[in-house]
């Protein structure tokens, strides 16, 4: 049953009994809803007896501040930037807001950590040393609040810096199940089977090499990652043109929240760019001539002089003299450091 506010605070005494669900759960759940804090806001305003609550919150790195409300569609005009000492309730006259059409506001500033800072407001009539001391009470629950917002939102931007890194390095990886089949993967690696002949989910989303001799060598790796979590590593070349390889690795990470049928991680890495792309790109990044960058390209793939020189229509003597020109160029000092130059360098991130 709903009471006004002063009977329901003094007959109830709600304030020193926070434990209970009908703030606090909402207000450590708010973060995870959209928008934020929407049933905390709507429940403070409820309880609270007042026409609206509302929050502002100042996010790094956002060139605007976010405001969040019920009952009403503005932050109160309380400037966020004045200098309001963190935790301490100020009302609309302390502020020099005065009262807009009979409504009196208490607002508290409170700083989570240095990244994160949020004003809570509540907007009313006739408010008192009770909804001061309601918002007090919930000052420390609000602060480990925003102290999870802030360790969310660094996660969520290491998560997209390493997710752009993978990605530009054409990494992508897949959890497979002792059958074969596709447990979980990363964007990376579900655009990689969308538009790939080399590899695909088959029926029952089972991970189905094209050639029979990888599909063969890929299942016993699956098979040998659950009987024995302690294998090494092994790589399977897929395909070379364009080139497509992985590394079959078993599962060493427990988790409290990770999927038991997981038995084997496969890391992908196949080439985005074409053969023409490459070539252009030695060119800018070695100052090659167009046949030295191809050549170094064929070289970089693990042909030896004489093939590159046959794929090129080249004699072994003028390809000889060519690696010769590109390995002075691109600082190798033969064909393997020309292979890691190439293949590990920023022309990986291309």
Request: aromatic share 6%; with cysteine.
């Amino acid at each position: 049953m709903d009471l006004p506010f002063g009977r329901y605070y003094t007959q109830e005494m709600r304030i020193p009994n926070l434990g209970e669900v009908e703030l606090l759960v909402p207000l450590q759940e708010g973060i995870f809803e959209q928008p934020m804090w929407s049933t905390f806001l709507s429940r403070l305003k409820r309880v609270a007896g007042v026409h609206a609550a509302h929050i502002r919150l100042r996010l790094p790195g956002a060139r605007d501040e976010t405001d969040l409300s019920a009952g009403a569609d503005q932050f109160p005009r309380a400037p966020s930037d004045a200098e309001l000492r963190e935790g301490r309730v100020y009302s609309a006259e302390e502020l020099g807001s005065g009262r807009d059409a009979d409504m009196d506001m208490r607002v508290m500033r409170l700083a989570g950590s240095e990244e994160i800072e949020a004003w809570i407001a509540l907007r009313g009539e006739d408010l008192d040393a009770e909804h001061s001391r309601l918002l007090t009470a919930l000052a420390p629950y609000f602060r480990v609040a925003l102290r999870v917002l802030a360790s969310l939102e660094r996660e969520k931007a290491r998560a997209s810096f390493s997710a752009d890194a993978l990605a530009r390095m054409n990494f992508g990886w897949i959890a497979l199940d002792e059958r074969c089949r596709v447990v979980e993967s990363d964007p990376q690696a579900e655009r990689f089977l969308a538009r790939s002949r080399v590899l695909r989910r088959g029926p029952y989303d089972r991970l189905t090499p094209s050639l029979p001799e990888i599909d063969r060598q890929l299942t016993a790796l699956v098979r040998d990652c659950a009987a024995d979590p302690n294998m090494r590593p092994r790589a399977i070349n897929m395909c070379r043109d364009p080139w497509i390889e992985v590394l079959v690795s078993p599962v060493h990470l427990d988790t409290l929240v990770g999927d038991s049928r997981t038995v084997a991680m496969l890391y992908l890495r196949g080439d985005r760019s074409s053969s023409a792309d490459r070539h252009e790109q030695l060119v800018d990044l070695f100052d090659l001539t167009p046949a030295e960058a191809r050549l170094a390209w064929s070289l970089s793939q693990g042909l030896s002089i004489a093939e590159a020189a046959e794929q090129h229509g080249l004699t072994v003597e003028t390809a000889r003299y060519y690696s010769k020109k590109i390995y002075a160029k691109t600082g190798a000092r033969g064909q393997v450091d020309l292979v890691r130059n190439i293949l590990t360098g920023v022309l990986a991130l291309a």
